[in-house]
């Protein structure tokens, strides 16, 4: 889904960019209401999920770093939560934070640019992935429709590790 209008060329003036920003900031503001109402919703019939936070969700989780991220591709309804920036987005990691404006504008600018982006990194659990850097990215795949997200696992649960470590012995096969 485009939600800015394409570029025909490559040279960008700097009106085009402008043009790309405002509506990306139009976009903002629309998940930012959308999650603002989703809130008000939820929480006056009592099911208000914020973002699952990594150590709200499993408090005594062990993290072993891996000492070669694994790259993959993941799909975004596999990344559940947030090791540190949960009070920022809501469960479908939308921005309720008006503060994230610039910076979520910025990296859809970017996204529909076509520039490349550093992967996200996720920490692997039994319940899913946590993003541990790349939250922005993550929100504004999900608002742009997109299915899944260059990640790397930087690291796994305690238990989980065999199941990492299987994988990526896969991967370099």
Not at 60 to 81: A, F
Not at 114 to 120: D, F, K, M, Y
């Amino acid at each position: 889904m485009t939600l800015f209008r394409v570029k025909e060329c490559c040279d960008e003036t700097p009106a085009q960019s402008d043009i790309f920003y405002d509506a990306a900031g139009d976009y903002f503001d629309r998940e930012n209401l959308i999650s603002a109402l989703r809130f008000v919703y939820f929480f006056v019939v009592g099911k208000h999920k914020p973002l699952p936070a990594l150590h709200d969700c499993l408090p005594d989780v062990r993290l072993v770093t891996l000492p070669q991220p694994i790259l993959r591709c993941v799909p975004l309804d596999q990344i559940v939560g947030s090791e540190n920036r949960s009070a920022d987005f809501d469960v479908c990691f939308r921005p309720v934070n008006r503060a994230l404006r610039e910076r979520w504008c910025r990296v859809a600018v970017a996204m529909e640019s076509g520039v490349p982006l550093p992967p996200v990194d996720l920490i692997q659990t039994r319940m899913g992935y946590f993003v541990r850097d790349g939250n922005h990215r993550v929100s504004v795949a999900r608002a742009l429709g997109l299915r899944e997200v260059d990640a790397q696992i930087v690291a796994c649960e305690a238990p989980a590790l065999d199941s990492c470590a299987e994988h990526a012995h896969g991967e370099a096969d």
